[in-house]
């Protein structure tokens, strides 16, 4: 993944596709915060802001500012349907 990039996972512990993508990018060492919608609100809300929807699992691409500020280049819903655009974003084959 781009050095100047950072990842937010949206999931919830019901949702066999988080569980997924969660697997896959332990099992690649990539580092990403994990938001769990299922507990705390503030996640979900956050969640809605981004992409609108509930939707999980919400992949969330931000690009770090140099004063701390972060904004979303490319955000995703869905691990296995974006799986190959999601490999790219973190610089894998």
Do not use: W
Not at 19 to 32: D, M, S, V
Not at 38 to 53: N, Q, V, Y
Not at 65 to 84: A, D
Request: charged share 30%; proline share 2%; with cysteine.
């Amino acid at each position: 993944m781009s050095k100047d990039l950072a990842l937010e996972l949206y999931t919830r512990p019901t949702c066999s596709d988080c569980q997924a993508a969660k697997e896959y990018l332990n099992g690649k060492n990539i580092a990403y915060v994990h938001k769990n919608v299922g507990e705390d609100k503030r996640f979900e809300e956050e969640l809605k802001e981004i992409t609108g929807s509930r939707i999980v699992p919400s992949f969330a691409f931000y690009k770090k500012g140099i004063f701390g500020q972060k904004r979303v280049v490319k955000n995703l819903i869905g691990f296995e349907n974006n799986k190959e655009e999601i490999k790219q974003l973190l610089g894998l084959k």
